[in-house]
């Protein structure tokens, strides 16, 4: 037997029992999903964390992550967080190998997100969860380097775009809807959780391959800035129209005093939210002359207290607008949310000295809102009453 010969025998055994690995995993996930009931695929994507902790591919159990409280001093209703995370600074240069060896095969250049590169890429350790949301298979993974508790990534088993924009307006507001349709499904099933879409230059980091981010909640963790900006509008919206809480509603955030970035907000249930946010998106594509410098950071909770209500956030973005004066990163989801992460030894110095306030959280998110957003809100707000 010659070393080339040898080396493909390996290859093959090395495969075999890594899909015999993923089958075994994810039927003794589908078990617990199965026994959990409504909070099924909270508790199987709680036990595929403790799985990749306990094979190494998770590097960080957040015990190292601090987080600061800036109250505004004119309002102390109004406060951000951020979050110092200096181990996030390490997913720049991956979890894995980036080259495979022989007789592996790379796909897609080699994306993080396509099953096929993840034996050769993380030695076999790697594995996700088998999901459908809607008409698509999905998978959820574990991100090595975590924001918060259970930060899961479901992707798309097709290997497909983030960006949402196709050839002409009907085909983006199509793309659109099935996006919302599959976050808000996926939201449902693990309630206590925070969804996002992160779009192309909005924060997303592979842009190559379609992806979502989930994480759980911290216990007794306050509402994030912009969930209590939305809820003071929505109560002032339920106040005037004398509707009662659970009646579907959609308000706009553009008031710099209330929040430092325009976005629009929703409650209700999920096909009041998927068709209501469709519209919002399918305006600001035409307005946008369906450019492929469009973007959004979207993000979604299930009411903690009425059944079957929800919480969408759709935040308008440029792609090419994507990072913001006074922090390293990607403004992404959680950023405009109302939680910075920082993880450069700069940022930290920045913090340690006080330079870091509450205004200074605000310009960061101010920076990155979309070129062109207050016109069309300009536009389309008398039109919808």
């Not at 890594?18 to 695929?41: I, M, P, R, T």
């Not at 088998?130 to 991100?143: S, T």
């Not at 939210?273 to 519209?279: D, G, L, N, P, Y």
Request: aromatic share 10%.
């Amino acid at each position: 037997m010659t070393d080339g010969d040898l080396r493909r025998e390996m290859a093959e055994f090395n495969g075999r029992k890594y899909d015999e690995f993923w089958s075994e995993l994810n039927a003794k996930l589908q078990e617990k999903e199965k026994a959990g009931g409504v909070c099924g695929l909270t508790t199987a994507l709680q036990a595929l964390e403790m799985q990749q902790f306990d094979k190494g591919f998770i590097q960080d159990d957040l015990k190292s992550v601090v987080r600061y409280r800036l109250v505004d001093p004119s309002n102390r209703q109004h406060h951000f967080t951020i979050q110092y995370n200096p181990r996030r600074a390490l997913r720049q240069s991956g979890a894995g190998r980036t080259d495979p060896p022989p007789d592996a095969v790379k796909v897609n250049n080699g994306c993080f997100l396509c099953k096929e590169n993840m034996r050769w890429q993380q030695r076999g350790i790697e594995a996700g969860y088998d999901l459908q949301a809607g008409e698509r298979q999905y998978i959820a993974f574990m991100n090595p380097f975590p924001l918060m508790q259970t930060h899961t990534t479901i992707a798309t088993a097709e290997h497909m775009p983030q960006s949402w924009i196709g050839p002409d307006t009907r085909s983006s507001g199509l793309r659109m809807q099935e996006i919302l349709h599959d976050l808000l499904s996926l939201t449902k099933r693990v309630p206590g959780f925070v969804g996002f879409y992160n779009g192309d230059g909005a924060g997303a980091t592979i842009p190559q391959h379609f992806h979502f981010q989930f994480f759980r909640r911290v216990a007794g963790q306050e509402p994030f800035a912009l969930e209590r900006a939305a809820r003071r509008a929505i109560a002032e919206h339920d106040l005037q129209g004398g509707e009662e809480e659970t009646r579907n509603c959609s308000v706009v955030i553009r008031d710099f005093r209330e929040y430092p970035i325009a976005a629009i907000c929703f409650r209700g249930k999920q096909e009041f939210i998927v068709e209501c946010a469709r519209q919002w998106v399918e305006q600001w594509t035409e307005f946008y002359r369906n450019s492929d410098a469009l973007s959004a950071n979207i993000i979604c909770t299930v009411d903690a207290e009425k059944s079957g209500l929800f919480h969408l956030y759709f935040v308008p973005r440029n792609k090419y607008v994507s990072h913001s004066v006074g922090m390293a990163g990607l403004v992404g989801g959680l950023e405009v949310f109302g939680e910075l992460v920082f993880s450069a030894e700069v940022e930290h110095e920045l913090l340690q000295s006080g330079r870091v306030d509450f205004g200074y959280v605000a310009h960061v998110i101010n920076g990155v809102e979309a070129p062109g957003v207050q016109e069309f809100l300009n536009r389309i707000l008398p039109s919808r009453g």
